[in-house]
């Protein structure tokens, strides 16, 4: 199909270098510390297993579900919600991963030419929701901080911005967090000049070092705070949330009946037991820390001893990404394929350019390969960059 074929919305979207990369990084022999995806060895195949089969004893699980998800997930995700923010969360809508709630965020708040200020480097995934409503994207550049907070005032008072959008706990691609005095200037900024943020906060879980940090909603009702069962249980349930101001909700449910109706009665409800089962889930989600930690720790030191000063990177402190800027000229995006050729994957920083040159970094993801397996990637790398 050409290109012209399709509507103006879907010409507007970029396409993902990572998902078109991925295929070629997936060969027999390479380490792909391309890929973003948790460790396979902790999917929880048994726990999920005996969920399925009790929820499949009522045919509810089989039926069509309310749009706004199953009341026994929204209960328990309100909890959880509630406790993160330490007040009532209001209402949540369950979504088919956090991905669709940014897909429907974008719809319900954005116009043709709206203003929506992004981290630069910027998650591919909301870059694309934006792109289909035809939104100007702005991008705001990150430091070890994550987004640069103090750089957004004089856009505000130039530009009228309706959305900013935050991975506020260890960004993708950047690793970083917001610390809490940037997340409080976001939130009054947002009180003073009437945008809405959307906190995108799928990783905030993952937090193997440092402490945890308030979430932005707990500073602001202008929050709509989105996150997943995608990286705490299994992506292939797909199944996210959101919650914040009850008007907003109530647009993306009225788009979620024209998208898809509901979402999966028996994932959700697979969903709602594990993560009412707080012993179970407290203990995978420690058992994950543990082993991203050891992963994290090991890729960093690896690293540090073959690149020394000529490589930046982020302290890992959770999430699943190492992010790394070489600081003597070395380029990422054209040594790609010669790092394939010698056994490794990674994603070069041009790829979550939103303005900025970002030839210079790159993503690493150290969730799916041992110790072993990421000190001998980084010895390929250093054959090559
Ligand atoms: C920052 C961010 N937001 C949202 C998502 C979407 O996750 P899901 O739709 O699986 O919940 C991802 C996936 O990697 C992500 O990195």
Redesign the pocket.
Known sequence: MSEETGSQSVRAVRGSAIRDLLAVTERPGVISLAG?LPAADLLPTERVARAASAALRSPSALQYGLTTGAPALRDVVHARESAALGRDAGAVVVTH???QA?SLLAQALLNPGDVVIVEDPG?I?ALQAFDTTRARVIGLPMDADGMRVDELRPILERERVRVVHT?SNFH?PGGATLPEDRRRELARLADEFGFWIIE?D?YGELRFAGTTVPPVAACSDRVLRLS?A?KIVA?SLRV?WMHGDASVLALVERLKQGADLCGSSLTQAIAAELLADAAWLDAHIDGIRALYAERALALHAALVDAFGDRLRLTTPEGGMFLWGEFTDGTTTSQSLSAAVDAGVAYVPGSAFAVRRDLDHALRLCFTTGTPDDLREAVRRLSTVL
């Open positions: 973003g991963g956090s991905q940014l998650y995934g991975v993708n995108d799928p997943s995608s992506p996210g």
